[in-house]
């Protein structure tokens, strides 16, 4: 039955009766409040990460190769304390995680939103505008869809190789694996927002804007863009864990990060060689904790959507 | 609420039926002490306004009540037996074999990858034991017992190739596959053109007599009910109003909320000053019925506002240039719109009315300026809509069809309705806006503190109230509207017609209005235009065009438009 029921709030304060649609959101998803609580502690174990390790993982002059392959929950010979274990060079895993998810979070993050800052402007004029600019778009878009990520980043390092000189080139390792990660990635977005424009421009809103005159720009700008943030969203939740996943492939096959700056793949990579001859701890936290980082991001990325739909608050 | 069955036993019985919801704020009960019974080869329509529990009736009697939704109280018995208990295989060997069902949309209910035929042999071997081939003449006979011409071809051809009503037909076909005694039809020609809805009506009648079925037409067209229906149930807010005999019902209701309904919809052969709005939410009681015959207006010679010299418009369905260059093909061009001419009045309201791609929202865009004409005119107070960009914008709005549609989900309503002021630059602090848009939703029946929610917190109508506040914000003086009530209740239709005619008596407003529905035009027009594929077939004074119409297609028209004072 379609009565709106008015019933005056009970006398309760905080988030749950705030003004606020989306804290009101907040205070009623429980799912929410863990994943955000796990993604603020990853985000601060960032950025205290020398502060809280107690070994520089990949400053040589710091490791104690006596203490190699140490199990969790044991001490060194110097008597430092191995909570999570140490790696085959002695280094500590719990410090290496904190150092490597910097590196991790920083690539997942700038590649996501440099893909969405090249391919939502062009699937919005693709799907709007159609015709010569979209065949061509669209092309370009299923011929780099062809090529795996890994051929395109290679390709793009190859080229930054040729241009770079020899001095400068660890230094913008990042920079190109960002850029490598977000080139083969922009595609996903230009296409989901090109087929979202095509429905939402049909709709009789955009007609009536049309009618008193606005530009293409507000149109996109205002009445579209905000009708697609829901495939948006979840599609740059998803791209982000895909980047790290990707940004370690490549490491692994020595086309990315340079071994003094690791990541969370770099360390996936290294105790994947371990696994086997008993050595589970080395492999197992990096990937939870990449587990973690990718689920809440996830779980946070879909609640947003939801959060600020106006037909769900 | 006795029945007038001869039958001694009914194929369907309905008692006390209540059906109530489980929601997280306590239980809801949607339906309550329904009470029924249709004989063999009866027809029993039910009406009711959305929300009314129609469409939850029949869903009870199928079964296919889910989750949070139980059947609470009551019993359904097909043939003497209680069936409303039953579950799972039991209750799918009933569906299907012994009641068949009817949808609104049939293409959402056909699969696109099976041919018709397949859809046909499948349903009828499942029902019954017959070998493929059995099956596939039995699916012959049930193609040609549904009209479908050239039947044998058809079998082998898939849903899309199809119009809208022939694969009406077929849905119909489907439901009497395995021969059932009851046939519920949900909304079966909502979705179809006035001829075509008049050839299905037919069809429906002549297959329950014929085969004596029991069946259950749901809608909300009281027109339909009145040319199918041998017994019509009211239903209003999940309760059964009255049942009896179709004429009895609709000639003297004896439930006042009844009697307004039926006073609320326009007929095509007279014309009202205001129709009657039954109140919704509110205790079913009667509003005091006035009807007053509109004087009719000796054809002013007033100066014409808008004037449209032989509009054309043709698309171009070709492929694009690279698939054209690629396989050869010519370009392909749809002549939409084709010599349309017509002038409107000042102060007066213009129909244009035709079936589904008959051209006449082509007709509304151009003149709009949504959509540049091939060739024509448009002439707006005596400047052309596509030469001078002078202040036009400001002076010509629209009202469209789909108020859920028309409005940005994502704004509020204060935002929509000042868009206009501030682009076309006719307000210019935020003070002055605020108060406009107020004043715009003071107009259409709404208070200002609707301002500050979102399109999807209202109804239908109150949407449809929005968007003509948005039309009315920039003060036009001409006001295209197209369909702008084939989304609403019966009910909300009479207040969003009684509130546009009210605007322009008070604002002096010119309208030209696109409708499929007659009744609709001839409440509202002082002249009419009939649109056939993409000409303009007739012409001229409303009153005259309807009464005794000239040309052959809009006899048909009139012929086929369902009316509730026919008696079939």
């Known amino acids: 039955?379609?009565?709106?029921?008015?019933?005056?709030?009970?006398?309760?304060?905080?988030?749950?009766?705030?003004?606020?649609?989306?804290?009101?959101?907040?205070?009623?998803?429980?799912?929410?409040?863990?994943?955000?609580?796990?993604?603020?502690?990853?985000?601060?174990?960032?950025?205290?990460?020398?502060?809280?390790?107690?070994?520089?993982?990949?400053?040589?002059?710091?490791?104690?190769?006596?203490?190699?392959?140490?199990?969790?929950?044991?001490?060194?010979?110097?008597?430092?304390?191995?909570?999570?274990?140490?790696?085959?060079?002695?280094?500590?895993?719990?410090?290496?995680?904190?150092?490597?998810?910097?590196?991790?979070?920083?690539?997942?993050?700038?590649?996501?939103?440099?893909?969405?800052?090249?391919?939502?402007?062009?699937?919005?004029?693709?799907?709007?505008?159609?015709?010569?600019?979209?065949?061509?778009?669209?092309?370009?878009?299923?011929?780099?869809?062809?090529?795996?990520?890994?051929?395109?980043?290679?390709?793009?390092?190859?080229?930054?190789?040729?241009?770079?000189?020899?001095?400068?080139?660890?230094?913008?390792?990042?920079?190109?694996?960002?850029?490598?990660?977000?080139?083969?990635?922009?595609?996903?977005?230009?296409?989901?927002?090109?087929?979202?424009?095509?429905?939402?421009?049909?709709?009789?809103?955009?007609l009536a804007a049309q009618l008193i005159g606005r530009s293409r720009t507000a149109i996109l700008g205002q009445h579209i863009l905000p009708n697609l943030l829901a495939p948006i969203l979840v599609i740059a939740a998803i791209s982000f864990a895909h980047a790290i996943v990707a940004e370690s492939t490549l490491s692994y096959l020595g086309v990315g990060l340079p071994p003094t700056q690791p990541s969370l793949g770099t360390l996936i990579r290294i105790g994947q060689s371990f696994l086997f001859s008993g050595e589970w701890w080395i492999l197992l936290f990096p990937s939870l904790v990449l587990l973690a980082l990718a689920l809440s991001v996830n779980l946070v990325g879909d609640w947003l959507r939801d959060a600020l739909n106006p037909k769900l608050q | 609420m006795s029945s007038s069955d001869t039958h001694p036993l009914p194929v369907l019985r309905v008692r006390d039926l209540g059906v109530t919801f489980d929601t997280y704020r306590g239980p809801v009960q949607v339906l309550r002490d329904v009470n029924f019974e249709i004989a063999a080869g009866e027809i029993l329509g039910v009406v009711g306004e959305s929300g009314a529990g129609k469409s939850m009736t029949g869903a009870a009697v199928i079964g296919l009540i889910d989750p949070p939704g139980r059947i609470s109280s009551g019993s359904v018995e097909l043939d003497g037996e209680r069936i409303d208990g039953l579950r799972g295989e039991a209750m799918r060997r009933i569906r299907g074999r012994r009641i068949g069902s009817i949808f609104q949309d049939p293409l959402t209910s056909l699969n696109p990858v099976y041919t018709v035929g397949r859809h046909l042999v499948e349903t009828i071997r499942t029902h019954l034991p017959l070998t493929e081939a059995q099956a596939r003449a039995r699916a012959l006979e049930l193609l040609e017992e549904v009209e479908i011409p050239e039947a044998r071809v058809r079998l082998g051809q898939y849903p899309h190739q199809f119009s809208g009503g022939m694969r009406q037909r077929v849905a119909i076909a489907l439901a009497l596959c395995a021969e059932p005694q009851l046939i519920i039809a949900d909304e079966p020609?909502?979705?179809l053109d006035v001829s075509v809805q008049?050839?299905?009506?037919?069809?429906?009648?002549?297959?329950?007599?014929?085969?004596?079925?029991?069946?259950?037409?749901?809608?909300?067209?009281m027109g339909v009910i009145a040319e199918t229906a041998d017994r019509v149930m009211v239903m209003y807010q999940g309760r059964v109003l009255e049942t009896g005999p179709v004429r009895e019902v609709l000639d003297r209701p004896t439930q006042p909320y009844t009697r307004v309904?039926?006073?609320?919809?326009?007929?095509?052969?007279?014309?009202?000053?205001?129709?009657?709005?039954?109140?919704?939410?509110?205790?079913?009681?009667?509003?005091?019925?006035?009807?007053?015959?509109?004087?009719?207006?000796?054809?002013?010679?007033?100066?014409?506002?808008?004037?449209?010299?032989?509009?054309?418009?043709?698309?171009?369905?070709?492929?694009?240039?690279?698939?054209?260059?690629?396989?050869?093909?010519?370009?392909?061009?749809?002549?939409?719109?084709?010599?349309?001419?017509?002038?409107?009045?000042?102060?007066?309201?213009?129909?244009?009315?035709?079936?589904?791609?008959?051209?006449?929202?082509?007709?509304?865009?151009?003149?709009?300026?949504?959509?540049?004409?091939?060739?024509?005119?448009?002439?707006?107070?005596?400047?052309?809509?596509?030469?001078?960009?002078?202040?036009?914008?400001?002076?010509?709005?629209m009202i469209f069809q789909d108020p859920y549609a028309s409005l940005n989900p994502r704004w509020t309503v204060a935002r929509l309705i000042a868009e206009p002021l501030e682009v076309l630059g006719l307000s210019s602090d935020p003070n002055e806006t605020?108060?406009?848009?107020?004043?715009?939703?003071?107009?259409?029946?709404?208070?200002?503190?609707?301002?500050?929610?979102?399109?999807?917190?209202?109804?239908?109508?109150?949407?449809?109230?929005?968007a003509i506040a948005r039309a009315l914000a920039s003060q036009p003086e001409f006001i295209i509207c197209d369909e702008p009530t084939s989304a609403l209740d019966v009910s909300v239709q009479a207040q969003v017609l009684n509130l546009m005619r009210d605007l322009q008596d008070e604002f002096g407003l010119t309208y030209l209005l696109i409708s499929h529905n007659l009744a609709v035009i001839r409440h509202m027009c002082d002249d009419i235009g009939v649109m056939q594929r993409g000409r303009l077939v007739e012409a001229g004074d409303a009153q005259e065009v309807l009464d005794a119409p000239q040309h052959e297609y809009t006899r048909a028209l009139m012929a086929a438009v369902p009316d509730i004072q026919h008696a079939h």
Not at chain 1, 94 to 109: E, K, N, Q, T
Request: glycine letters at 8%; charged letters at 20%.
């Open chain 1, 1 to 206: 039955m379609s009565d709106v029921i008015d019933r005056p709030a009970p006398a309760r304060r905080g988030w749950r009766q705030s003004d606020s649609p989306v804290k009101r959101a907040f205070a009623r998803s429980r799912t929410v409040q863990v994943a955000s609580a796990v993604l603020l502690l990853i985000v601060l174990a960032t950025l205290l990460a020398p502060w809280l390790a107690w070994q520089n993982p990949f400053d040589s002059a710091s490791l104690e190769l006596n203490d190699a392959f140490l199990p969790p929950w044991s001490e060194g010979s110097t008597g430092a304390f191995y909570a999570l274990g140490a790696d085959d060079q002695g280094r500590d895993v719990a410090s290496a995680i904190l150092y490597g998810l910097r590196m991790s979070v920083l690539v997942g993050v700038s590649a996501v939103l440099l893909s969405l800052c090249i391919g939502i402007p062009l699937g919005l004029v693709a799907g709007y505008a159609g015709g010569w600019f979209d065949t061509l778009l669209m092309r370009i878009a299923d011929v780099q869809l062809t090529f795996p990520v890994i051929l395109v980043a290679m390709l793009i390092l190859g080229v930054v190789r040729g241009v770079v000189p020899e001095g400068v080139r660890e230094q913008v390792a990042v920079l190109v694996i960002i850029l490598a990660i977000a080139l083969s990635d922009w595609v996903q977005y230009a296409r989901t927002v090109r087929g979202a424009v095509m429905v939402e421009k049909q709709k009789d809103y955009v």
């Open chain 2, 261 to 397: 309904l039926m006073a609320a919809i326009p007929s095509v052969h007279q014309r009202l000053e205001r129709l009657p709005v039954p109140e919704i939410g509110a205790p079913a009681t009667a509003a005091p019925v006035r009807a007053e015959p509109v004087p009719h207006a000796a054809a002013a010679e007033g100066k014409a506002l808008l004037e449209v010299r032989d509009l054309g418009k043709e698309f171009d369905l070709s492929l694009g240039w690279l698939e054209r260059l690629v396989s050869q093909q010519p370009r392909r061009m749809l002549q939409a719109v084709d010599g349309v001419s017509f002038k409107i009045r000042q102060g007066s309201t213009f129909g244009l009315v035709g079936e589904s791609g008959s051209g006449k929202s082509t007709v509304a865009r151009m003149v709009a300026g949504l959509t540049v004409p091939t060739r024509g005119q448009v002439l707006f107070d005596g400047q052309d809509r596509f030469r001078t960009q002078t202040d036009l914008r400001r002076r010509i709005q």
């Open chain 2, 434 to 466: 605020a108060e406009r848009v107020a004043q715009a939703l003071r107009r259409v029946r709404m208070t200002p503190d609707d301002a500050r929610k979102y399109p999807h917190q209202f109804s239908g109508g109150q949407r449809q109230r929005i």
């Open chain 2, 198 to 221: 008049a050839q299905i009506i037919a069809l429906l009648r002549r297959v329950c007599r014929e085969r004596q079925a029991a069946a259950m037409l749901i809608t909300h067209d």
């Open chain 2, 189 to 191: 020609t909502t979705a």
